[in-house]
């Protein structure tokens, strides 16, 4: 167990639907990252919090948003869902802003039908 | 943003035997990590080693920051050590490489 906790491990959706991806970090982690990981794509960084703030985006979709909760946990929402966003989407969390010290969760599995 | 390139894409071993896989990046970095995504999909964080050198039993990295390379060294392999290996680089954001995927056959 990485201490990193995702949940949930698998889902399973239609397109056109909404979903919720929650994290919750590392004891005494503040920061928390979202990456998407695609077959074509490979893995891919979409945002980053830190303290309950947003500290930096990648190429994270206008239908995706993030927050980050004052108990540190953070959820990730995808909405108006296509085929292609099926993909599997990982949770890391370091105990600072810099990207260093990474500990990832286990992931979950979206599919997309 | 920065490129990162890993070789071999593809490496099949037998057990026992040694490899070194390889990372390039295009631009300076705070830090570099490699990490091993074991079949199951979990991503492991192997090594932080923005320069120099580290080991961890069977594994050691080296990291030569001027040149902008990092090898990731795997000795006595074991199938167990079988999956992708990633290595990440940090700019303003963690850019990771496509790869080396490995299979350890008994």
């Known amino acids: 167990d990485s201490g990193v906790t995702q949940t949930p491990k698998h889902l399973i959706t239609a397109t056109g639907q909404r979903v919720t991806l929650r994290c919750s970090p590392r004891?005494?982690?503040?920061?928390v990252y979202w990456y998407q990981q695609s077959l074509d794509q490979g893995l891919q960084f979409l945002i980053q919090?830190?303290?309950?703030?947003?500290?930096a985006k990648g190429n994270i979709l206008e239908r995706f948003s993030a927050q980050q909760f004052p108990d540190l946990h953070s959820e990730l929402n995808l909405s108006s869902l296509e085929l292609g966003d099926s993909a599997l989407y990982f949770c890391?969390?370091?105990?600072?802003?810099?990207?260093?010290?990474?500990?990832f969760g286990s992931g979950t599995r979206l599919t997309v039908v | 943003g920065i490129q990162v390139e890993q070789s071999p894409p593809d490496l099949i071993l037998q057990e026992g035997a040694n490899s070194t896989l390889r990372c390039n990046f295009s631009d300076s970095v705070n830090n570099l990590q490699w990490f091993h995504q074991n079949p199951w999909g979990q991503l492991i964080n192997l090594f932080y080693i923005p320069s120099g050198t580290k080991q961890n039993g069977r594994l050691s990295a080296t990291t030569v920051a001027t040149e902008r390379y990092s090898l990731l060294y795997i000795s006595s392999s074991q199938t167990t050590d079988s999956g992708v290996y990633f290595c990440a680089v940090a700019g303003n954001q963690f850019y990771f490489g496509t790869g080396t995927s490995l299979t350890v056959i008994p």
């Open positions: 919090y830190y303290n309950g703030e947003e500290r």
């Open positions: 890391a969390s370091s105990p600072q802003q810099g990207h260093y010290g990474y500990t």
């Open positions: 004891s005494g982690d503040l920061s």
